[in-house]
C-alpha cells in the first residue's frame, strides 16, 4: 500500500467513491506480481428487476413466455468445472467453473417453470472434456444449445475492462454461418446485459460477437461441433473488481439468469418463419426436379432474404410472398443424395431455424 504516490492514491479513492457511491474507508492492497490495485469492494451496486422481484410480476412473466417455451429442449452447457478450475478473480474469491453452474442453474429453473426441458453438460462440479459437451448436446435431443462462460481480458494488465458478450458461430459470409444462431444472440445479449446493468463492449455495436473474433476460421469448439442452433454468453469480466464483488452474490447470479431467460423468452415470443416442404407437389419435369416449399411466418418474409442451395451450392429459386410459397428448381440434377438448404427471413428481423433437408434423386 505504501508503494503507491500520495496523489495516485487520491484519485483511486475518488474512483473508488464515485464507482460505489460511498465513503466507506477500503484499504488497497498492491498485488504481488502484476503491479494491479485489488479493492476489497463491500458496497456492490445493482438492481434487481422489478419483475424479478416482485412474485405476482414474476409469475406474470413466466406465464408470457410458457407459451412459446412449453416443450422447447434447451442444453445448457456452463463452462469448465471439475478439474478445470483455473480462472479465477484477482482476490480467488470467484472462479469462473463455480459463477457460470449458478447462473445456468437459475437459467434452467426459470425455463423449467416455463414448461421447457432443460438438459445439462454437468449439474455440480465436474470434468467435462470440452468436445464432449458438443456430443451430449448433439446426442441430448435438445432444440438449443447455450453455453455459460465469464470472460477475462488477454492481457492482465487490462483487469479493468468489463462487459457482457454473446457469441453466434463464424461470419456471414461463411455457409456455416446460420442467422438464426445470430437473432437468439441479439436477444440474450441485450437482456442479460440490460439487467446485468452493462454494456456489450466497443468491439460490436449490440454486443454480439462472431466466433471467429477469437479463433479466426475456427471459432469456438463447442459452436463449430454442436448441430443444434447454438450460443456461447460470456456474461461479465470475473477480473473487474467490482463485478468481481457482485458475481459473489448469489442474488446477482440469479439476476444473470433472469436476463438470460428473458431474452429467450422474448426470442420466441418473436417468433421466426417456419420452412417445410410439400411433398405432393414436388415433381420431376423431365430431367429436372421441381421441389415447393412452405415459408410459414406471422410477420411476413422478406422477398430478398430467401436463399437456396443444393450441396452447398445457389440454385435458382421463385418466392410467391402472397402464397408464401418458394420454388426451386435442380436442373438436370445427378443421381444420389443432396442436401438442399433454404435461408428466409421475416421483417420482424428472425430468420427460420436452420434448415438442411436431405433428398434422393433417382
Ligand atoms: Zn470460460
Not at 429442449?73 to 478473480?89: A, T, Y
Not at 463492449?201 to 463449430?224: E, H, Q, W
Not at 443432396?338 to 427471413?345: A, F, N
Request: hydrophobic content about 35%; aromatic content about 12%; glycine content about 6%.
Amino acid at each position: 500500500m505504501s508503494k503507491i504516490p500520495a496523489t495516485k492514491k487520491l484519485l483511486l479513492i475518488i474512483v473508488f467513491v464515485w464507482l460505489t457511491g460511498c465513503a466507506t474507508t477500503q484499504i488497497p492492497e498492491q498485488a504481488s506480481q502484476a503491479n494491479i490495485i485489488v479493492y476489497n469492494v463491500e458496497n456492490v451496486f445493482y438492481e434487481v428487476p422489478r419483475d424479478l422481484a416482485e412474485e405476482e410480476a414474476r409469475l406474470a412473466a413466466i406465464q408470457r413466455y410458457s407459451p412459446v417455451l412449453k416443450g422447447k429442449k434447451f442444453f445448457l452447457d456452463p463452462g469448465h468445472g471439475g478439474e478445470d478450475r483455473r480462472n479465477k478473480s484477482l482476490s480467488g474469491k470467484v472462479v469462473e467453473a463455480d459463477v457460470n453452474l449458478y447462473v445456468a442453474l437459475y437459467l434452467k429453473s426459470f425455463l423449467e417453470e416455463s414448461g421447457a426441458v432443460v438438459y445439462m453438460s454437468r449439474d455440480k462440479d465436474t470434468t467435462v472434456d470440452l468436445k464432449y459437451r458438443s456430443v451430449l448436446a448433439n446426442n441430448s435431443g435438445a432444440d438449443f444449445f447455450i453455453s455459460i462462460h465469464h470472460n477475462a481480458p488477454g492481457n492482465s494488465e487490462h483487469y479493468w475492462i468489463n462487459y457482457t458478450s454473446t457469441f453466434y458461430h463464424g461470419t456471414e459470409d461463411d455457409y456455416e454461418y446460420e442467422p438464426a444462431n445470430h437473432d437468439l444472440a441479439r436477444y440474450v445479449q441485450r437482456d442479460l446485459a440490460y439487467a446485468m446493468g452493462n454494456s456489450g463492449g466497443l468491439g460490436s455495436f449490440d454486443g454480439t460477437y462472431s466466433d471467429y473474433m477469437i479463433y479466426a476460421k475456427a471459432g469456438f469448439s463447442v459452436l463449430r461441433e454442436t448441430q443444434i442452433p447454438a450460443i456461447l454468453v460470456e456474461c461479465a469480466f470475473y477480473t473487474n473488481r467490482v463485478e468481481e464483488s457482485r458475481l459473489q452474490i448469489d442474488e446477482f447470479n440469479k439476476i444473470q439468469g433472469w436476463g438470460i431467460f428473458k431474452g429467450i423468452g422474448k426470442y420466441f415470443l418473436t417468433g421466426y418463419p417456419e420452412i417445410e416442404m410439400i411433398k405432393d407437389r414436388s415433381r420431376s419435369i423431365g430431367n429436372n426436379v421441381e421441389l415447393v416449399f412452405s415459408l410459414s411466418s406471422k410477420s411476413p418474409i422478406k422477398p430478398e432474404s430467401v436463399k437456396a442451395y443444393a450441396d452447398s451450392v445457389v440454385i435458382p429459386h421463385v418466392f410467391d410472398p402472397e402464397k408464401s410459397e418458394l420454388t426451386l428448381l435442380l436442373e438436370n440434377p445427378s443421381r444420389g443424395e443432396k442436401t438442399i438448404r433454404v435461408l428466409c427471413t421475416a421483417k420482424n428481423g428472425n430468420s427460420a431455424q436452420p434448415y438442411h433437408k436431405k433428398i434422393l434423386i433417382k
